[in-house]
């Protein structure tokens, strides 16, 4: 790779600029002498050649664009001077043949996970506890605030003294010295009374009501998927008892998933308990109750077969496709050889390679299902006027991607190279060992709340920008595409692959280093910043209109 630009496939006819280009520098590539037409920052993308009128524009050797102008050599593409354009696609064309990876450095490796009655392994332990619909939010909040403090779950905020010191100031007279006061991040924290349990989660919503009940129905699968997962111990469920989310739809969402579920299960609804003390008392004690048998369960080791990743990008950049994504890719290509599950979400961001993920699929049972699935959303998202080339956020453009094709070409890279051994629609549960594809929106919490709900029990989230986002019972990895985001935010990311950008590392060499991370992670001997941060967020996706 130069260290000033790449071209990432033979067949494009685009470059990548890897640093800043300044108007009149000269580049060479393959020989061929390049005088760069105007000023060029990092990330973006400019013609090899001069690209004529109505000429496809080729990126990752996919079509991600079409020129709307004659784009000259040397100059940068816009989205002024390129308009967003996909190939077609259609039924499953050829086979798969798929090289593994040299697993040897892990075949025997484990990580220290939660063994769970049911096989699967957790890499953390939580207690959740979630409302079947909105009404019950408050009593999840009442919950909340009496458990958190009381039992040392509470992290520290170092803002809330910075407001009291604030307060203290204006309170005599000192309100000029407000602008000199720092925060003040060192604060004492308290110990929690459960040590094997990594923290109770409340989750609030909007749904369970209201809405039409294909929503309902896949909230239900979605909670049912939060109480499965291998990093739950067991649940506490608040229901009102009249609204559209039943409890026996509830029920059948976990029977579907396993008929012989065994895990702690309280179910609680208001208008069978009395009043809202007396129910609430009766979830306060048996979620305690449930708390003291859930931090009997200790660490054990656990082959790496035993994890499900999720694959996950937001605040995508011109990078996120050459370094994050394909490292994340190799890591799935290394999870997928020891047995393992990965899971690639963001449907929309698949958007222009449908046809490569097609052929990748096991059988045409799968390929269709994908198929059917890719065709209903788009077709859905153009009813309401809009429509996967309206996917680009304005960071994204501004960093160097300025098409859905372009920015699903590189968010695809995330899924590595292995044959795709299911497809599953949104609350679906992961089952099949191997890359699974994900139906959820390209929108970054509604994705990761979903990768969580099928299962993943650790996630991996790449971005170009900054995200600061988390996931409540799966550990979010943040993964940064370049240097420069890793050194302005080491808040939020865990690790840096900029490394790629510069040539000091490869791919496999960033995975590697990756994999050896995540197995960290779930073993509990690092915690994410997205955790440290509690950055719990979850927001169910929903289809529908409200009637």
């Known amino acids: 790779m130069s260290h000033k630009i790449l071209k990432i496939h033979p067949n494009d006819n685009v470059l990548v600029a890897l640093t800043d280009l300044k108007k009149g520098e000269r580049i060479v590539y393959n020989g061929n002498e390049i005088i760069v037409a105007q000023d060029i920052n990092a990330k973006h993308k400019f013609a090899q050649h001069t690209i004529l009128f109505d000429t496809e524009i080729i990126m990752y050797g996919n079509l991600v664009g079409r020129a709307n102008i004659q784009i000259e050599k040397g100059t940068v593409l816009t989205t002024k001077s390129v308009s967003h354009q996909t190939s077609s696609f259609t039924e499953k064309e ?232 394909p490292a994340v890719g190799q890591v799935s290509d290394f999870i997928v050889a020891l047995g393992g599950k990965t899971m690639l979400a963001e449907f929309p961001e698949l958007c222009g390679v449908e046809q490569e993920l097609i052929n990748r699929c096991a059988n045409k049972k799968i390929a269709n299902k994908f198929i059917q699935l890719m065709r209903s959303y788009a077709a859905s998202a153009e009813a309401v006027g809009s429509g996967f080339d309206m996917n680009p956020s304005p960071g994204n453009i501004k960093d160097g991607l300025i098409t859905d094709a372009m920015k699903s070409a590189g968010a695809a890279k995330k899924g590595g190279s292995s044959p795709v051994e299911d497809v599953l629609d949104y609350a679906e549960y992961a089952q099949k060992s191997g890359l699974n594809l994900l139906c959820t929106p390209g929108n970054d919490v509604e994705s990761t709340t979903a990768l969580a709900g099928s299962g993943a029990n650790i996630i991996l989230f790449t971005t170009g920008l900054g995200t600061p986002t988390g996931n409540p019972i799966a550990p979010v990895i943040k993964i940064s595409s370049n240097s420069t985001l890793a050194k302005k935010m080491p808040d939020i990311i865990d690790v840096d692959t900029g490394g790629v950008i510069t040539g000091a590392k490869t791919i496999e060499q960033m995975g590697e280093e990756l994999l050896d991370f995540i197995i960290k992670v779930a073993s509990g001997t690092i915690k994410t910043k997205a955790h440290m941060l509690d950055q719990d967020d979850f927001i169910p996706w929903k289809r529908g209109v409200s009637l």
């Open 94 to 325: 050829t086979s798969i043949t798929w090289n593994a990876p040299d697993i040897s450095k892990w075949k025997n490796e484990t990580f220290q996970g939660y063994h769970r009655k049911d096989g699967q392994v957790g890499t953390a332990n939580f207690w959740v506890v979630i409302p079947l619909v909105f009404c019950e939010n408050r009593n999840v909040e009442v919950m909340k605030q009496a458990f958190l403090e009381e039992l040392g779950f509470t992290k520290p905020n170092p803002y809330k003294n910075y407001v009291r010191q604030m307060a203290a100031l204006y309170q005599t007279g000192k309100e000029s010295d407000i602008k000199n006061l720092d925060v003040a991040t060192e604060i004492s924290k308290s110990q929690p009374l459960f040590k094997n349990i990594d923290g109770i989660k409340f989750l609030t919503h909007q749904g369970g009501c209201g809405g039409i009940r294909q929503d309902s129905d896949m909230l239900c699968a979605l909670i049912a998927g939060y109480i499965y997962n291998p990093n739950v111990a067991g649940a506490t469920i608040l229901s009102l008892g009249c609204q559209n989310a039943q409890i026996s739809i509830l029920q059948e969402k976990l029977h579907n998933i396993n008929p012989d579920f065994q895990k702690p299960l309280h179910i609680l609804e208001q208008q069978k308990e009395g009043t809202e003390q007396q129910m609430l008392t009766k979830a306060i004690q048996q979620t305690f109750i449930g708390l003291t048998e859930a931090n009997k369960m200790k660490r054990k080791p656990a082959p790496l077969s035993k994890l499900t990743i999720g694959l996950e990008c937001g605040g995508s950049d011109g990078f996120s496709g050459i370094s994050a994504n």
